[in-house]
């Protein structure tokens, strides 16, 4: 069974430090790789995305990195925020899904940023 | 007004009672989802419909139905709810022509079986 693991379950940073969430895959089938934020209360959202043929995508203070060889990516939040409090989902699209939905979700982090 | 809306958004039922939960979209998406999500374990597809004819089990598809009444509502049904699924429901849409296929959750449908 295709399986996303990630890591640590949860995560305490002080506000301007840096948050880094971490998740691996078992097996090479997934062409998409995004992350969501949920707030509490609320469904989560895309906040980026990557695909397999690209190392880094940056967007603001966050940036993920990829490492196909490795099976791994991380999300990087860099001058963390009090704002940037919640949880924090990596996920996985297998290959051959085309365009759908059909995500595998990491098990989630919760971040909280100490003011 | 939210552009993914689900009913109830909270419900407590008793083990064996049918329960069912209600979406719709105003984002005009053929394609809806429902996601269930637990603590520790991420978010899980129950199910997902293409069009109103096109329904598809998911990961974790047994104890539930659905039913896709039309473009913009999609409802999950228990028909005999057990206390394990206790858990936080989400339903979502998508759209194939946007970067990726961008996955819209609603706020999410916490049902307690007790």
């Known amino acids: 069974q295709q399986q996303v693991k990630q890591s640590p379950q949860s995560l305490i940073v002080q506000k301007g430090g840096i948050s880094i969430i971490n998740c691996a895959y078992e097996n090479t089938a997934f062409d998409y790789f995004p992350w969501y934020q949920q707030f509490p209360g609320k469904g989560p959202a895309l906040l980026i995305a990557?695909?397999?043929?690209?190392s880094e995508k940056k967007e603001g203070r966050f940036t993920i990195s990829f490492n196909k060889s490795a099976k791994q990516f991380s999300l990087h939040i860099m001058d963390s925020q009090p704002g940037d409090s919640a949880t924090y989902f990596c996920?996985?699209?297998?290959?051959?899904?085309?365009?759908?939905?059909?995500?595998?979700f990491g098990q989630g982090t919760t971040l909280q940023v100490k003011p | 007004d939210a552009d993914v809306t689900q009913t109830p958004r909270n419900r407590i039922t008793k083990t064996g009672k049918r329960i069912m939960l209600e979406c719709s979209q105003t984002?005009?998406?053929?394609?809806m989802y429902w996601y269930r999500q637990d603590p520790g374990l991420g978010l899980r597809l129950i199910y997902y419909?293409?069009?109103?004819?096109?329904?598809n089990k998911g990961e974790i598809s047994d104890g539930y139905s659905v039913s896709r009444q039309a473009q913009a509502k999609f409802s999950l049904s228990l028909e005999s709810a057990i206390p394990n699924q206790t858990a936080l429901y989400f339903c979502?849409?998508?759209?194939?022509?946007?970067?990726?296929?961008?996955?819209?959750f609603g706020e999410g449908s916490w049902l307690t079986v007790v």
């Open positions: 984002k005009g998406h053929d394609r």
């Open positions: 419909s293409f069009d109103v004819k096109d329904i």
């Open positions: 996920a996985a699209r297998p290959l051959g899904s085309g365009n759908t939905g059909k995500l595998i």
């Open positions: 990557i695909r397999p043929d690209v």
């Open positions: 979502a849409t998508s759209d194939p022509a946007s970067s990726g296929n961008t996955i819209y």
